[in-house]
């Protein structure tokens, strides 16, 4: 009998240990935010204007803000992914693009330096989850190895845009493209689609026939000196999804930016092969 009531006191122990545990954490997850007036007004502005806007997550590494989730309106033109949960990357300027076209709002908010220095936290990593009548910080873990630009190989794509860009090559538009491109294992491109700009724009022309001539230069050496990355996982890649912004500045010179990361399939054209499926992250 005296066994039996040290193993129930025992128990009682470890259950007590993980509600405490569970409840510290939660309560961590939950942690209300204080924040100041102008940041509070830019909120309260900010959910007023975007009615489909149910909540925001600003991810936040090294106290400034890297990233935001949007739970905005349905999005039908999505093939495979989250049809109503966005992400934006603040470091890649397609996103930026598309941020500010959409909700310039929240992005004037996530580039103002009083939206940190009005938080009270522990950790400069964390997620500061916003919903219309609450807010609260939660812990910010890392993901996976996204496809991406290798970035040696993208500095020498760009010298090359640069190098050979010639003033007849004038955009129709606002100078700017914005593609969605299929990544498969071996780093090239598959199928593409425009997300900005226009297919008979000799600026897409121009960037198209200097990523032929450069994987031409490139053909002995494509697996270390190949322009793309694919997602891997345990270093084996996978077929993934890239979105490529190119801009020509008004010195003439190219911006070049990418971002494989939690990209949803837009490419209408695309058939999926259900033995090598295509990876989202």
Do not use: W
Request: hydrophobic fraction near 35%; aromatic fraction near 12%.
């Amino acid at each position: 009998m005296r066994n039996y009531s040290v193993k129930l006191n025992m128990y009682s122990k470890l259950i007590y240990c993980v509600l405490f545990i569970f409840l510290s954490d939660t309560a961590l997850a939950q942690r209300h935010v204080a924040l100041n007036k102008y940041v509070k007004d830019s909120l309260t502005e900010i959910f007023a204007n975007y009615n489909d806007v149910k909540r925001m997550q600003i991810v936040v590494r090294n106290d400034l803000a890297e990233a935001v989730y949007v739970d905005g309106p349905i999005d039908n033109d999505v093939l495979k992914g989250s049809k109503n949960n966005t992400y934006f990357s603040l470091k890649y300027l397609g996103d930026l693009f598309f941020l500010k076209k959409q909700y310039p709002l929240i992005e004037k908010l996530t580039q103002n330096k009083e939206l940190m220095n009005s938080i009270d936290r522990q950790d400069r990593n964390f997620i500061l989850s916003v919903e219309a009548q609450s807010i609260s910080i939660k812990p910010l873990f890392d993901g996976s190895v996204f496809c991406g630009f290798r970035h040696s190989s993208q500095l020498k794509f760009q010298k090359k845009l640069n190098a050979n860009y010639k003033e007849t090559i004038v955009p129709s538009g606002d100078s700017i493209l914005i593609l969605q491109a299929i990544v498969n294992r071996d780093g090239s491109l598959g199928k593409k689609m425009l997300l900005h700009g226009d297919e008979d724009d000799k600026l897409y022309s121009y960037i198209c026939d200097n990523y032929q001539d450069y994987n031409q230069e490139n053909k002995a050496n494509l697996n270390t000196k190949g322009l793309f990355l694919p997602y891997l996982s345990g270093g084996t890649p996978f077929i993934s999804i890239i979105e490529i912004f190119v801009r020509l500045n008004p010195d003439r010179t190219f911006s070049v930016s990418g971002s494989g990361r939690e990209r949803k399939l837009r490419i209408k054209d695309y058939k999926e092969d259900p033995n090598d499926p295509l990876m989202l992250f």
